[in-house]
């Protein structure tokens, strides 16, 4: 039973097509990988299925329920669906804890206290519930990354995308964001990682996505996609993968 | 006694002079062997002998003017710029206007404030069905930034109680006249605020949006606080700006400062009383200037950092 469905969507900058009609079937607790060079449209789907940017054609489902389109409700969607930046974006006037409250104070309709009770129980889940009174800047990148995941996560969404967690990361912090990305998968989030982690990917997702030119080219479980790609530039850009050293 | 004052005029800059060549020389050789450090301890050296120059020299100049006092407070220069028995003689009533100029201040900038910060929101309101509100705002601000002060504050001041402008034609000169000054110093702010604004990055509001706040939200918790607080300085530069053209507002009869000193330096026929005036104005925007200076040098040490 699928739970977040693509339909043909479409994105296009004026005539740069970005998106080429991409269809993508999710079930609930399930973890996709997209993968894929610079510009293929990793970015740009998750941003079109947050409604960060709107999309030209097709249709996007939650639960059966069509979340794309002009009449879409965006609060109560990016309410179902988190999304964490590549840069993280923590508002770097706030404190970790503010960063965290804000929006289920503002949106959820929580009170200060319950928020903050449920801030520093997600903050001891990563380790860091001493740095609540820290400002973003005092932090190191990896555990900026690991906050803005639980802000994301504070608002107890149905579908948390990822949107190059790591990539800004230097490569020793890596390690400290994929944890929690592994705990999310284990406990049954369901997730859409656009990534460059192609180890992470291979041992977590339950499905990778190939994307090329703004078309899921090839799709299929990790293991056959990996060590058996069926398309010609699956190949080409794993090979490349492979020699860059990233797998 | 010329002669000495001349000579300890002279003097002092001989000390003064070798301590900037010092300073240049030093800072040059030690950029060529160690690329862009300072040489700190040299230019220790080199403040003490400017500052040793510079105390010279002011001691000079003190020397000078106690020597030859008799000849320059008798000059006419001086006789007719800085009469003492004028200034003193003037002082209350110019005190009393200047009253009216700091109040006139306050009032403005307050009112500037939130009216700036209502045109900027206007002038960056979203969509298709913003624009005709983003028109009226471009408008408003193209044409009181185009129009002088003077003539913004007599068309209002004067023009609003003759067009029976509701509210506004029935107040005091002093709100008349405080409602202009907003109306000059709104459209400036304006812009301050906007570019505050389109200063922070589109991922901050991408980022509360992703998050389910809207738009107004977005902006009111993520991206005005930052915004404001970049744009601190700018503002109070306008600031300056606004307390010294509270003078402006004695066209439309209101007695403040200017026409205070004026009516006094007419009966006299002698500015001294107006001097005293910008001394009391000097005494309010200096330091607003030092502190502007003071807060956009953090800012830009702060960015190189």
């Known amino acids: 039973m699928s739970f977040l469905e693509l339909d043909a969507v479409t994105k296009c900058y004026g005539h740069k097509v970005v998106l080429d009609a991409v269809d993508l079937s999710i079930g609930e607790h399930q973890v996709v990988c997209l993968i894929g060079a610079s510009g293929s449209g990793k970015s740009t789907m998750l941003r079109c299925i947050n409604g960060l940017e709107r999309i030209q054609g097709g249709e996007i489902r939650i639960d059966g329920q069509v979340v794309s389109g002009r009449w879409t409700d965006l609060e109560q969607l990016r309410q179902r669906v988190g999304i964490v930046f590549q840069s993280y974006n923590l508002f770097p006037h706030m404190t970790v804890e503010r960063n965290i409250t804000l929006a289920p104070v503002k949106i959820r309709g929580l009170s200060r206290a319950a928020a903050r009770a449920r801030a520093m129980e997600l903050l001891e889940r990563i380790g860091l519930a001493e740095r609540a009174a820290a400002y973003p800047d005092q932090l190191s990148g990896g555990q900026q990354q690991r906050i803005a995941i639980v802000r994301a996560l504070a608002m107890e969404p149905q579908v948390l995308l990822l949107d190059e967690v790591t990539a800004a990361l230097d490569p020793e912090l890596v390690a400290e964001v994929l944890a929690i990305i592994r705990e999310l998968a284990d406990n049954g989030m369901t997730m859409l990682l656009a990534t460059h982690e192609m180890s992470f990917a291979r041992e977590c997702a339950d499905l990778v996505c190939f994307l090329d030119a703004g078309r899921i080219l090839e799709q299929g479980p990790p293991h056959q996609l990996f060590s058996d790609p069926r398309e010609e530039r699956t190949k080409t850009f794993l090979h490349r993968v492979i020699e860059g050293g990233r797998m | ?253 209101l007695v403040e400062g200017f026409r205070s000193a004026a009516t006094y330096a007419g009966t006299r026929f002698n500015p001294s009383s107006i001097v005293g005036l910008g001394l009391c104005f000097i005494a309010v925007t200096v330091p607003l200037t030092r502190l502007t200076d003071w807060l956009l040098a953090r800012d830009a040490a702060r960015s190189r950092a």
């Not at chain 2, 900038?109 to 983003?134: F, I, Q, T």
């Open chain 2, 1 to 253: 006694m010329l002669a000495l004052g001349a000579a300890s005029l002279a003097v002092p800059l001989v000390p003064g002079l070798a301590a900037i060549g010092l300073v240049d020389g030093a800072r040059r050789r030690v950029r060529g062997s160690h690329g862009q450090r300072t040489g700190d301890g040299l230019i220790d050296v080199g403040r003490v002998l400017a500052f040793l120059g510079l105390a010279g020299w002011s001691l000079g100049l003190i020397i000078l003017v106690v020597a030859r006092r008799e000849e320059i407070g008798g000059s006419l220069f001086f006789q007719t710029y800085l009469r003492w028995r004028f200034l003193k003689e003037s002082f209350p009533s110019v005190r009393r206007g200047f009253w009216v100029n700091v109040k006139l201040m306050v009032a403005a900038e307050v009112m500037v404030l939130v009216w700036g910060l209502v045109v900027a929101l206007l002038r960056l309101a979203p969509g298709a069905a913003g624009a005709p509100v983003r028109w009226l705002a471009v408008a408003y601000i193209d044409i009181f930034r185009g129009l002088p002060a003077l003539l913004t504050i007599y068309l209002v001041g004067f023009g609003a109680p003759i067009a029976g402008v509701p509210w506004l034609g029935s107040q005091s000169l002093f709100v008349r006249g405080a409602v202009a000054i907003t109306l000059v110093y709104g459209a400036y702010v304006a812009e301050v605020y906007r570019s505050g604004i389109e200063s922070i990055h589109p991922s901050q509001a991408a980022a509360a949006r992703s998050l389910g706040l809207s738009g107004p939200q977005a902006m009111r918790h993520v991206v005005l606080p930052q915004a404001i607080r970049r744009v601190v300085p700018p503002l109070l530069n306008d600031f300056i700006g606004l307390q010294k053209d509270t003078a402006l507002v004695n066209v439309i009869g």
